[in-house]
């Protein structure tokens, strides 16, 4: 009997390079103790990760592109 | 019902060895059986077919044919019903044979033989009633409230363990570990590394808890009974989780046979709005792996274990909530067995 031992679960596909490359943004930006949305969108801003757009992050871009990678 | 696999000769030893009976135990995740589709499990040491139909509705079934007892789950699923790939015979979803093509008329027509357990799918997983009585009515289950939550978010994490199912339990009764055995890992590098634990009593179970130290590592657990038998713990991230507090696990354990383990760890966290977001895209970004890490440091030591490593130890204060959680299945399984002798 081969027994289940699957890491991954949450996610259908392991994360893009655009997606590591944000999470680990965020990491950093929280490490600092920063934990408020505008906080976090400023640090990531100034860490120079952008939006898909290549716009700096506002609050509103964030939670939408965070909504949409949260499923 | 003489076709049914007895199971009135169940010992004390053997209920202690395969897990308790009359209660509800977590199956599987749900998505491992789709819309249409069967699959076939051994939980409880007995093999069972989980058949969904294609309204969603998903059934449970032991895996054996009431003719000549092939597995149902090497057969063809019907929409409601399986026929045996060894000679056809025909298993509604409640478990009554509805055609013998073999031999029409057949007097297995018509009868429920094979059984049928009730079922619930809660925080995405099965659930299911495993009675010593197939005819009786389920017992309550009084869900985990982190699994039913709304303000609540969470990721199910499964697998299964070539361990003990009472191994995998008392690993979550003893939060002592978690300073020495997941020292180096993400969630659990901080606190002190000796404590004075206590047991306090709930109306559902127990807490197991330091009495110096929380919020630091791992450092309390509750054991619920609630017609299923679950545990509750939480563990602090460090600031790289950002907001929302600790995490928690709700687990459960389920016997897949007296050796193996299907293990179930609900990671979840009190978060809503976009710091619900940032969590579930952190989780499946970097957490999950980090999770998994530390979930497989208690694989590779409880697997290492020997079987009857039990046998032959020395207790500690740190070991009251092992002591309490085998006291009460040894005293469970007792009575079960002595219940169904008489029955």
């Known amino acids: ?71 | 019902m003489v076709n049914r696999l007895n199971k009135t000769a169940l010992t004390s030893d053997e209920i202690f060895a395969t897990g308790m009976r009359n209660q509800w135990h977590a199956v599987c995740p749900s998505d491992f059986v789709a819309r249409g589709d069967m699959k076939k499990v051994r939980r409880l040491g007995e093999d069972w077919l989980l058949f969904r139909q294609s309204d969603g509705s998903l059934r449970m079934l032991a895996d054996r044919c009431p003719h000549r007892g092939a597995p149902l789950s090497q057969g063809q699923h019907l929409g409601d019903r399986v026929a045996c790939k060894y000679h056809g015979v025909q298993v509604d979803v409640g478990g009554t044979v509805v055609s013998v093509p073999g031999m029409p008329g057949c007097n297995l027509e018509g009868k429920r033989l094979v059984t049928s357990l009730p079922v619930r799918e809660v925080a995405g997983a099965v659930l299911a009633w495993f009675g010593t009585d197939p005819d009786a009515e389920p017992g309550p289950l009084d869900l985990p409230e982190r699994l039913v939550d709304d303000g609540i978010s969470r990721f199910l994490c499964y697998a299964e363990w070539k361990a003990p199912w009472r191994f995998t339990l008392e690993n979550l009764l003893d939060p002592m570990h978690g300073a020495f055995l997941h020292r180096e890992s993400h969630s659990m590098f901080g606190g002190e590394t000796s404590a004075k634990f206590r047991i306090r009593e709930t109306d559902r179970g127990f807490f197991f808890e330091k009495t110096d130290q929380r919020g630091v590592n791992f450092d309390w657990v509750e054991f619920c009974r609630t017609g299923v038998d679950w545990v509750d713990l939480e563990i602090p991230y460090p600031p790289t989780a950002g907001p929302g507090g600790s995490f928690g696990i709700v687990g459960m354990g389920t016997p897949i046979d007296a050796e193996t383990t299907a293990v179930f760890f609900w990671r979840y966290r009190r978060v809503e709005g976009w710091e619900r977001d940032v969590w579930r895209f952190l989780y499946r970004t970097k957490l999950e792996e980090r999770h998994w890490a530390v979930l497989e440091q208690d694989r590779v030591m409880l697997e290492a274990m020997a079987a009857d490593a039990d046998q032959a130890e020395n207790l500690y204060q740190h070991d009251l909530g092992v002591i309490r959680l085998r006291r009460l299945y040894r005293s469970q399984a007792a009575a079960q067995a002595e219940a169904l002798a008489g029955a």
Request: a negative charge.
């Open chain 1, 1 to 71: 009997m081969s027994l289940y031992l699957q890491p991954r679960q949450a996610g259908t596909t392991g994360p893009t390079p655009y997606e590591l490359k944000l999470a680990g943004a965020i990491e950093e930006v929280f490490g600092t103790g920063v934990h408020h949305l505008e906080g976090l969108v400023k640090g990531l801003n100034d860490l120079g990760i952008c939006s898909p757009t290549g716009e700096p992050w506002t609050p509103d871009t964030f939670t939408d592109e965070m909504r949409r990678m949260a499923a």
